[in-house]
């Protein structure tokens, strides 16, 4: 980024996995960080300029898509995805000093953490009764104030409440990792690393047949690989559907240009989300589509010379 981001927000309370997963961003040291309650406080406060940036899930590998960041980025004032991370959900079991899983009665944590734990709870603390709370980090925060006896959390939230640490990895899936997007306000998108992703939203024709068809032609034709797909409704009626789309590659390629060139003629309307480098790329290459910008620069040279007269 150009400008010097000083102030960033992020899904709290703080000690949860959004925060986790803000601190590996190296540009935040030494920035304010601001724990906001709702996914939607935390975009609005970008667009209220309150904050710089802001940090927000956008998908889960076993719980899927987060509906209100998908909401927030599709609706309201656009807004620009500069980053996206990785996290490996790693939850951990913590309780007070000298507990132990025999004595364990209640285990607390936020329900999404609860459902991705429930076999190895139900193994290992089959006495215990699962309680709920608002986040895992709030769970830890209770079992301090003595509200239960343990929490399943984050490893932040365990060690900023200075908990003992009874069980790691307490996951169901140990391969479970949460995608997060470090979001902007509009300017212009990071340099292409050749290895990008390019988000959008394309609000289809919906008096049109084969409108959805068409959206995914324009991308197929030139050999953009998309990497995900996934309908919300637009909230007008029962039946009207946007799509989120993320493909292969960085809005300079000559063929993810005119791919979103493709969209806004057949589209409703399309709005750019960013290009961005693709976490965990090596950068350089992997994550490009197939052919190449070569490839369709060639293409294009061939056809000026048959129409020409040429060969």
């Not at 980053?83 to 959900?89: A, C, I």
């Not at 309780?95 to 329900?111: E, Q, R």
């Not at 908990?163 to 391969?175: H, I, R, S």
Request: proline share 6%; charged share 20%.
């Amino acid at each position: 980024m150009s400008a010097v981001l000083n102030r960033y927000a992020y899904l709290g309370p703080a000690g949860t996995f959004t925060e986790q997963a803000l601190r590996t961003v190296p540009e935040t040291a030494g920035a304010e960080l601001l724990p906001m309650v709702t996914v939607p406080e935390a975009l609005q406060s970008v667009r209220d300029g309150s904050a710089d940036a802001a940090l927000v899930p956008l998908e889960n590998s076993v719980e899927g898509a987060v509906p209100p960041t998908l909401d927030g980025l599709a609706g309201g004032d656009r807004l620009m995805i500069r980053r996206e991370v990785l996290l490996p959900v790693t939850f951990n079991l913590y309780a007070s000093a000298g507990a132990d899983l025999a004595t364990l009665k209640t285990v607390a944590s936020h329900p999404h953490g609860l459902a991705q734990c429930q076999g190895w709870l139900r193994r290992h603390v089959p006495q215990a009764e699962l309680v709920t709370a608002p986040s895992t980090s709030d769970a830890a925060e209770g079992v301090v104030r003595g509200d239960w006896d343990a929490a399943v959390c984050a490893p932040v939230a365990g060690q900023r409440n200075q908990l003992a640490e009874l069980a790691v990895n307490v996951g169901d899936n140990a391969a479970a990792v949460t995608r997060f997007v470090l979001v902007t306000r509009p300017s212009q998108p990071p340099t292409p690393t050749g290895a990008d992703v390019t988000s959008l939203v394309a609000f289809i024709a919906h008096d049109r047949t084969g409108a959805l068809l068409e959206v995914l032609t324009e991308f197929a034709v030139r050999g953009i690989n998309l990497t995900r797909i996934e309908s919300r409704p637009t909230k007008e009626r029962i039946g009207r559907y946007c799509f989120f789309l993320d493909c292969d590659g960085h809005i300079e390629d000559a063929r993810v240009g005119e791919a979103l060139m493709g969209l806004r003629r057949v589209c409703a309307d399309v709005r750019f989300l960013g290009s961005y480098p693709r976490a965990g790329a090596d950068h350089e290459g992997d994550g490009r589509a197939e052919p190449s910008d070569d490839d369709f620069t060639d293409a294009a040279a061939w056809l000026e010379r048959v129409r020409s007269g040429g060969a």
